[in-house]
């Protein structure tokens, strides 16, 4: 009777109102898979095998339940061999994640670079920045002085001024702009500083003081005085397939196309376009055609 009644299955409800089935078998007893967690029963048995939570080990994939590596000895284990925490409690899917990620940061971290290999590419990223700067400042920060009144109202005499070079390496020079060149050609003399009127293939006269182009008159967007002597622009000026008409803003008191020192400029002579005025602080700004 002893011996039946041990073997015999009974049934019987746990307190969160589920059902599950006690197996007697000497001193082993498999935990209830219906059992929620935080139930006042616990197992008597304690951790399940082959879970590192302390509860069966449902819903774990296989790689976390310790494999063949938890039962080989210490020196026949694999080298990505992490030991596996053995909690007695269940822990949060967040937990789980967060023990996932340190043992795959441990498993793949990627390997150090040798010191002639960081050295390169200290090196290589140094000159890069040194190259990338002096491309900056040799296409738009080369700087020209503007000498003279000729250029008042916009430029004062003594103003620094800081050059585009490779706006014209694409496409001359367009009407208004201002631009930084070589007088009559001469590269050992000072740059000037002029605006552009009269642009290539165009007819140029000034006549009672207006600018007649093509022999329209030329309205501009600024105010500026009438020209009390036209030079040699008295008579029509045709310009070359190279060559610009310029005027400085201050009309009465410029050296420009007008006057043989200066002459029609021809674009190999045109040095960049001037867009931003560096010194002095108190005129420092963008230049608006």
Same mark, same amino acid.
Request: hydrophobic share 30%; net charge positive.
């Given at each position: ?15 969160t109102?589920? $059902? ?6 000497? =001193? %082993?007893r /498999? !935990? ?8 006042? *029963? &616990? ?20 790689y ?6 938890? $039962? ?6 694999? =080298? %990505?061999? /992490? !030991? ?8 949060? *899917? &967040? ?36 190259? %990338? ?95 009390i ?13 190279d ?40 005129h ?6």
């Open positions: 009777m002893a011996g039946e009644e041990q073997n015999r299955q009974t049934e019987k409800p746990d307190q109102g589920t $059902r599950g089935i006690d197996r007697i078998a000497g =001193s %082993a /498999v !935990p209830e898979y219906g059992r929620m967690p935080g139930s006042r *029963r &616990r197992d008597r048995r304690g951790p399940a095998a082959g879970s590192r939570y302390g509860s069966p080990s449902v819903g774990i994939p296989e976390e339940r310790g494999g063949m590596n938890d $039962r080989l000895p210490e020196g026949e284990r694999s =080298s %990505a061999y /992490v !030991p596996l925490r053995t909690d007695q409690a269940l822990v949060s *899917r &967040r937990e789980t994640k967060l023990y996932e990620d340190e043992r795959m940061s441990r498993e793949y971290l990627p390997p150090k670079k040798s010191i002639p290999v960081r050295v390169f590419q200290w090196t290589f990223q140094i000159l890069a920045v040194i190259i %990338a700067a002096y491309l900056l400042v040799y296409f738009f920060g080369q700087r020209r002085t503007n000498i003279g009144p000729s250029m008042d109202t916009t430029l004062s005499g003594g103003d620094e001024v800081l050059i585009n070079i490779l706006s014209y390496q694409m496409h001359g020079p367009s009407r208004g702009d201002i631009i930084s060149f070589k007088p009559n050609g001469n590269t050992s003399s000072r740059s000037s500083i002029r605006r552009v009127i009269g642009l290539p293939g165009e007819t140029v006269q000034i006549i009672d003081g207006m600018i007649y182009i093509d022999g329209k008159v030329f309205l501009e967007k600024k105010d500026y005085p009438a020209m002597s036209p030079g040699m622009a008295e008579d029509p000026i045709r310009l070359e397939d060559q610009y008409f310029v005027l400085g803003d201050n009309r009465n008191n410029s050296e420009d196309s007008r006057n043989a020192q200066i002459g029609l400029v021809s674009s190999s002579m045109i040095e960049g376009k001037a867009w931003f005025v560096l010194r002095p602080g108190e420092r700004g963008f230049l608006k055609n």
